[in-house]
Structure formats: C-alpha cells, structure tokens
Nanobody
Framework: QVQLVESGGGLAQPGGSLRLSCAAS????????MSWARQAPGKGLEWVSG????????YYADSVKGRFTISRDDAKNTVYLQMNSLKPEDTELYYC??????????????WGQGTQVTVSS
C-alpha cells in the first residue's frame, strides 16, 4: 500500500545542483517524519537527511550539511532534496524513506526504488 517514487536524479557537474523529488502515497503523509538515504555500489546505506512531520525541524549528515536542503509539501505528498555544490563523492543511488518515528532517525519501514545521481565533469 505504501509507495515512494523518487525522481530528479541524473548527471551533474561538480559544483552543480540537482533537485530530487519523492511522491508518497498509501499512508497519512503529514503524520510521519521523512528522510533521504543513499548508497554506493558495495557500500552500506548512508542516512543523508531527515525532516519532521510538521516540517519545522531538519537534520543532515555531516557529509552534506550546508549543501543539501530537505523540504516537504504536505499538500502534494512530496518530499524534496535540493542538492547544491555537488561533489563526485555524492555519486550514489538516493532513496526516499519513511521514518518509523521512534526515538531515533534512521529507523525506516519503507523506501522507494531509488534515483541515481552522478556527479562528473
């Protein structure tokens, strides 16, 4: 029933920008914290950013702090990740995820298929 569909990935130059979108359905979107995570081939899943259910609080991994911005539009059931000042190290498969909403971030019960981001000149 829960569905998360990412879009917006692609190729960007170092220093460039991309905006990822995640269309959510199958649950009461406004009641849940949402997040983005990423994964490189052969690597583990890295939690990137989270946003509280009401959108008032945002959190970022140190690796993206100051460069990425997470936001949400509850009227559209959509989560966004604005990625600026992109680096080659940001080349990963990016997943939109639904947070369980317990005591900690990173407890995920659903995620999408992912959208590929490649940063190269």
């Amino acid at each position: 029933q829960v569905q998360l569909v990412e879009s917006g990935g692609g190729l960007a130059q170092p220093g460039g920008s991309l905006r990822l979108s995640c269309a959510a359905s199958g649950f009461i979107f406004s009641a849940y914290h949402m997040s983005w995570a990423r994964q490189a081939p052969g690597k583990g899943l890295e939690w990137v950013s989270g946003i509280s259910s009401d959108g008032s609080d945002t959190y970022y991994a140190d690796s993206v702090k100051g460069r990425f911005t997470i936001s949400r539009d509850d009227a559209k059931n959509t989560v966004y990740l604005q990625m600026n000042s992109l680096k080659p190290e940001d080349t990963e498969l990016y997943y939109c995820s639904k947070e369980v909403g317990g005591f900690s971030w990173g407890e995920l019960d659903y995620w999408g298929q992912g959208t590929q981001v490649t940063v190269s000149s």
